[in-house]
């Protein structure tokens, strides 16, 4: 895992002294904490580390070491926290920040100082969370719903089509198809036109590639990956000049058109700060669509995806969650928005899919002075670690010794109520958490509820659990068997907002 922190301006408040390396230089008293058997002089904790599952390699060293441990790689250690306590002490605001390290950092070439990978002393990201926040209110989600509602119908036309003719459907992939068109034409008014095709959009590729790219980069030695990674870094590099195009002609066309009706583009391109009249630049504004396109679909994607599995795993909390859909929904042909929140249920299994395999697995916090985590464990100005979320969200003594187990009811509001605070973190935390979340809950509970209204799901027998890693978390190779429940009211169609009438991209048409 190669360090990265090395660049000017990754401290929470400025840039750290210079030469500033790691964990290590952060711990004074590094030697307390707990490190894997077998550590190798220069390369460190590297045997038994699969370069494909770094997190899932962590979270079985993490039951072994204890709530707070430490990895070596190549020089640079690097501390992981899990324990409850530990994680709601980094929670504090006042003490602790965002950290851009790992993955994250890695992808600033494509994303710069975009509001996922900013670090925090750049102007642009308290800018463009200022300008865009109102992008994201409730008055504002309203106006998105329908739209969210009109591309779950093409999901569901696509899978009438699959359970017509007795196929098994791809869910990763549907999902991500899904979550892409939602994104792509609530915030930018875009068609990809996904599923008009048979293989993924190539912006979905490039995007990947990057992801997948930024994964690979941890797990070599800095000055060895311009040799070791030289091919990679070459379709890297195409992936990136791929999106940083795509982005500039979907600009270029809401400039020409001015056809925005207010979405998030519409903000990033005429807004200005409410109180300092700052606009986003061009650049920015690219870093920006950038970080939503990609952000914005790929998590949610994995979440709808974890939480089809448990569902066709657990065909009673289905029928379950079946039955509140058809409570609370009626035969009406299109739920409303605050329909959309009443399926507390459905919500439950949702976050329960989210507790046990969080899609953003990890978030760095960094001290923003000299501090003593939790009491007892000090920390310089600048010295950070990785909370591990799915870890986080296993602790027995939050969630009982049978943590590893699949139960919505966890999150029944008394239980909720009754745990203590910051135990629960699949969006981050703090000032720097995920702006879209409440977008991407939204999503979710409507496409499930959807897809429970109209589908039994029956999982593959054969099937077992494998995640695969690209700094987001994704079931690989899952599919589930449809049978259609009864006939379900079509859900309402919303006129075309990129104005392209079959569908398709208008700037690149349906091909590539």
């Not at 089809?308 to 009673?316: D, E, S, T, V």
Request: neutral net charge.
């Amino acid at each position: 895992m190669a360090e990265t922190v090395t660049q000017p301006g990754a401290g929470a408040d400025g840039p750290l002294p210079k030469g500033f390396r790691g964990a290590e230089q952060g711990w004074p008293e590094l030697h307390r904490i707990p490190h894997p058997p077998r550590r190798l002089p220069l390369l460190g904790d590297v045997l038994g580390v699969d370069r494909r599952t770094p997190v899932q390699d962590s979270m079985r060293l993490a039951g072994q070491l204890g709530p707070v441990f430490r990895r070596k790689a190549f020089g640079n250690e690097f501390v992981f926290v899990w324990g409850a306590a530990l994680a709601a002490d980094m929670a504090d605001e006042s003490r602790f920040a965002k950290h851009v390290g790992l993955g994250v950092a890695n992808l600033r070439p494509v994303a710069g100082d975009g509001l996922f990978t900013a670090y925090n002393h750049e102007p642009n990201w308290q800018l463009a969370h200022d300008v865009l926040a109102p992008g994201f209110s409730r008055e504002a989600m309203e106006g998105y719903h329908a739209m969210m509602v009109s591309v779950a119908g093409r999901l569901t036309d696509h899978w009438d089509r699959e359970e017509a003719a007795g196929r098994w459907v791809d869910v990763p992939g549907d999902m991500t198809k899904l979550t892409l068109e939602t994104i792509a034409r609530t915030g930018f008014g875009h068609d990809f036109g996904s599923f008009e095709r048979d293989r993924p959009h190539p912006f979905v590729t490039a995007m990947i590639g990057t992801l997948t790219y930024a994964q690979r980069l941890n797990s070599v030695p800095s000055p060895l990956a311009p040799l070791l990674l030289r091919q990679a870094s070459r379709r890297n590099a195409a992936d990136i000049g791929f999106l940083n195009r795509t982005v500039d002609e979907l600009v270029a066309e809401r400039r020409r058109t001015g056809r925005g009706e207010g979405d998030l583009l519409d903000r990033m391109l005429e807004t200005a700060h409410p109180e300092t009249g700052e606009r986003l630049s061009a650049e920015n504004v690219r870093r920006q669509v950038i970080t939503f396109l990609v952000a914005g679909h790929e998590t949610t994607s994995g979440a709808l995806s974890f939480a089809l599995h448990y569902l066709a795993l657990h065909p009673g909390v289905a029928a379950r969650a079946a039955a509140e859909v058809d409570r609370v929904w009626g035969d009406t042909p299109a739920p409303g928005y605050d329909q959309v929140a009443k399926l507390r249920y459905l919500r439950r299994v949702l976050d329960e899919s989210l507790r046990l395999w969080p899609t953003a697995p990890a978030f760095a916090r960094e001290a923003r002075r000299d501090t003593v985590l939790a009491g007892d464990h000090p920390m310089r100005r600048g010295g950070w670690a990785l909370v591990l979320t799915p870890m986080l969200h296993r602790d027995p003594e939050v969630w009982g010794p049978d943590a590893d187990r699949f139960d919505p009811d966890r999150f029944e509001a008394k239980a909720a109520r009754g745990r203590a605070p910051h135990t629960f973190k699949p969006f981050g935390t703090g000032a720097r958490a995920c702006i879209g979340r409440q977008f991407a809950l939204h999503e979710a509970t409507l496409v499930l509820g959807l897809l429970l209204r109209r589908y039994d799901l029956t999982a593959d027998p054969g099937y077992r659990l494998t995640v695969t890693e690209r700094l987001t978390l994704m079931p690989e190779k899952l599919r589930l068997r449809l049978e259609r429940r009864r006939p379900a009211p079509a859900p309402v169609r919303v006129a075309d907002m990129s104005g392209s009438a079959d569908g398709g991209c208008p700037v690149h048409g349906t091909g590539d």
